[in-house]
């Protein structure tokens, strides 16, 4: 009986944990793809806010959850594009600029939702996702069942892991992303439009953000709640220098964060007596672990945080 | 074809400096008629409300006096961190630690003589968001972990040691709600004014406006500091003690922050709760920015936001416009400021190409 019980629980905690995973996996990605082209995108926790409120507003009036996938990823896309115009066409300062886009794209996810619902006791709620059986995958002994019972999200995420790392290392835009994100200079000299292609990945790194931020309100949960995200995109920012700037690694960060998520939603269940708090800590102490270790062996992108002008070349 | 390029431009004149900010206000208050409008707000009652609801009666004028001193103490600690380019956006949490130090100290004093109470209680919470702010000013200097990402994550850290006190030791008994009991009388803040909640922490936010105008101008620490944020290296050669000069920055920035967060407590809510700040910390970045990280712009800068915030509560009565309207336009006003600083160094010149 214990055996049965044991087994079940290592299954739910392996889909907790992808589960937990899906949206970091999205935000980091979609982080790696703007800072390997040299900007560091603070906006990520509004644009997160923002995905996860239109997400959810679009699939409650439209009744069709795609949809709210669909919208929440074009508003990434649109601030991903602000965050473009302030950091990469005006030069203006990363840090203070991103931080902006979080603290308007956040304000304004609040200002929408509260127009929209007003302040109802009981938020409303939608039809979420529902999880997807993969035939014979499932069937695996132990680890079956919870790696292949997911949403459609959850897959699509782990898909866009090796896409990215053959777009970032097997494609000639990968390399003109990644030479823009070192060396702007040379990039410029060969012919490549730096501004637009940091503008492509703050779009496109937009949009995998504000969809990271819709999976946790039509999959992980049914309602909109304002600390839905919950810093997870500060998590993001730190998982891609855990990687080191690379897809996998970074996912695999993801996996040890959603693992301590799912682990303590799961003793919680179980009554454990240790505050819930006290893991929900763990989490990001671990993460400053994980960056005194990596600042030692850093592989920033050579221009990251850096505008470029062309007037100021070598300035 | 006509293309825009950015050209550095010559140095304004002194002047320029006060305009700025009161442009950029003008700027975003007219950009803020976008959301007013879509949320169906008449436009001109929405403006009116806005500004009566914050200065119309005595009480609303006192209120906003009253909400202005977190803001002033959370900008002023983001201001003077920034201006060493030690980048602290973990004002949240440092106000967090000061409100949770003031919190044992304030249930818990009850037998001290009454005259020893809030100095020994305003020490500790200056202390205990000074503290806390040195970790990651320890961990840039020494590990050279980047100090956004880490006092970014300490904010989260800090919102999780809270909660497990206010769900474990610090929970007020026979209350399932996470809150701790109140604080003795002799550890709130004095009342200054009758029919308000005017209180004392409002002179002490005024007054560290003076004292860090006074470090940044006149000793030799804020000499220091303002050059570790001009060229770090350059004031390594200079003989300047970097790691000491940002972790005494580090100190005094989370100090000011950690008063806040006495403040708050002792002023406002005279207990804890989870939600003691509404993200006083990160508007602090708001109002250091759009006051220049010059102490008096912190002043005027968090009077303004101040002006926002209780003024939307009325205009939201009024015309049923959301009150977040306020969190909109702060993330607007960092964004114009932002905008108009990179046009006090540059200038757009269009050009005709061929």
């Known amino acids: 009986m214990s055996e049965i019980l044991d087994i079940a629980f290592v299954s739910g905690l392996i889909g907790a944990t992808m589960r937990m995973a899906t949206p970091l996996i999205f935000a980091t990605l979609g982080e790696i793809l703007a800072e390997r082209s040299g900007v560091l995108n603070l906006g990520i926790e509004g644009i997160m806010l923002m995905g996860a409120m239109t997400g959810f507003l679009v699939t409650f009036s439209s009744g069709s959850i795609w949809s709210g996938v669909l919208a929440a990823a074009v508003v990434g896309m649109i601030l991903g594009l602000l965050m473009a115009f302030l950091a990469v066409n005006l030069g203006l300062s990363q840090h203070v600029s991103g931080l902006g886009i979080t603290l308007f794209a956040a304000g304004l996810a609040m200002f929408i939702y509260r127009l929209h619902f007003g302040s109802p006791t009981v938020p409303p709620i939608i039809q979420p996702f529902k999880q997807i059986t993969l035939p014979v995958l499932s069937e695996i002994p132990v680890i079956g069942p919870g790696l292949f019972t997911q949403y459609s999200l959850t897959y699509i995420a782990w898909l866009l892991v090796p896409v990215m790392s053959i777009l970032l290392y097997k494609t000639k835009l990968g390399l003109k992303i990644r030479t823009v994100g070192e060396n702007p200079v040379v990039a410029d000299t060969v012919g490549v439009n730096v501004a637009l292609t940091r503008t492509l990945c703050l779009v496109i790194g937009g949009a995998l953000m504000g969809v990271g931020g819709a999976f946790l309100t039509l999959a992980h949960q049914n309602m909109f709640l304002i600390e839905v995200i919950g810093g997870r995109g500060w998590v993001a920012i730190a998982m891609v220098i855990f990687g080191n700037w690379d897809p996998v690694k970074g996912t695999i960060g993801t996996l040890i964060f959603g693992f301590l998520d799912g682990l303590q939603l799961r003793l919680q269940g179980v009554g454990i007596a240790i505050p819930f708090h006290v893991f929900l800590m763990i989490p990001y102490l671990l993460t400053i672990v994980a960056l005194i270790s990596v600042s030692r062996r850093a592989a920033v992108p050579a221009a990251l945080l850096k505008a470029y002008r062309r007037e100021e070349k070598g300035g | ?354």
């Open chain 2, 1 to 354: 074809m006509i293309r825009f390029k950015i050209e550095k431009r010559k140095p304004l004149p002194g002047w320029a400096k006060i305009v700025i900010p009161i442009a950029a206000i003008m700027v975003t208050l007219i950009l803020s008629a976008i959301p007013i409008l879509i949320a169906g707000g008449h436009l001109w009652k929405s403006y009116f409300y806005l500004f009566y609801g914050a200065l119309g009666t005595r009480f609303n004028l006192l209120e906003t006096f009253v909400k202005a001193s977190p803001l002033l103490m959370t900008g002023l600690a983001v201001a003077f961190a920034f201006r060493a380019k030690f980048w602290n956006i973990g004002a949240e949490g440092q106000l967090l630690a000061g409100a949770l130090v003031a919190t044992v100290l304030g249930v818990s004093m009850g037998g001290f003589p009454h005259a020893l109470v809030l100095p020994i209680i305003i020490i500790a919470g200056f202390l205990a968001g000074g503290i806390w702010a040195s970790i990651p000013a320890i961990l840039k200097t020494k590990l050279k972990v980047d100090d956004v990402v880490s006092t970014l994550l300490l904010n989260y850290v800090m919102i999780h040691i809270m909660g497990a006190l206010l769900f474990g030791p610090l929970q007020q008994p026979g209350s399932s709600w996470p809150r701790s009991s109140a604080i003795v009388e002799a550890a709130c803040y004095p009342i200054l004014m009758t029919r308000s909640r005017f209180h004392m922490g409002i002179l002490i936010a005024l007054l560290a406006v003076f004292v860090i105008w006074f470090i940044n101008k006149k000793t030799t620490f804020g000499y220091q500091s303002k050059a570790v944020g001009v060229n770090v290296r350059a004031a390594h050669f200079g003989g300047i003690n970097t790691t000491s000069v940002i972790l005494w920055t580090a100190l005094i920035s989370g100090g000011l922050a950690g008063l806040a967060g006495v403040g708050e407590l002792c002023a406002i809510q005279y207990r804890l709760i989870m939600d003691i700040s509404p993200g006083y910390g990160y508007s602090g970045i708001v109002i250091a920015m759009l006051g220049n990280l010059h102490p008096v712009g912190v002043l005027f800068s968090s009077l303004f936001f101040s002006v926002i915030i209780v003024g939307a509560q009325t205009m939201s009565r009024m015309t049923g416009v959301p009150t977040y309207i306020a969190e909109v336009i702060q993330g607007m006003a960092l964004m114009v400021m932002l905008i108009f600083l990179l046009f006090t160094e540059y200038k757009l010149r269009m050009v005709r190409k061929s």
